[in-house]
């Protein structure tokens, strides 16, 4: 599914819709609207998005592996299974413990 409207309402296998890179961290936008976006990523061991600040909350859910998220400068491990909720405007980090994938849920409102 994209930005676009779909007709029918679609079941999408999340582990299995976006697949591990070498040495990548690999995202795929699953839906985009102005109240928010759903992201999947998959990230091969050792891969990181660097500390950044967003202006909104989001919610890390693992669907594989294990992440380890800094929020506000606190270690926070979450395995398969788990989610983490990642205040707006407090500066985070992602690394991958192991290779991992989430759903990130960013809700702009």
């Known amino acids: 599914m994209n930005s676009e409207a779909k007709s029918a309402a679609e079941v999408i296998p999340l ?14 936008t699953i839906l985009k609207r102005p109240t928010g976006t759903l992201t999947l990523f998959a ?24 992440a380890e998220l800094i929020i506000g400068g606190q270690p926070v491990c979450a395995r398969e299974g788990e989610m983490v909720i990642m205040p707006a405007n407090i ?3 992602v690394k991958a413990a192991s290779r991992f994938k989430m759903l990130l849920t960013m809700i702009r409102s």
């Open 15 to 28: 582990k299995d819709h976006v697949l591990y890179g070498e040495g990548a961290v690999v995202s795929r």
């Open 43 to 66: 990230f091969d061991r050792g891969q990181e998005l660097s500390e950044h600040t967003a202006p909104f909350d989001a919610v890390v859910q693992v669907l594989d592996g294990e």
């Open 91 to 93: 500066p985070h980090a």
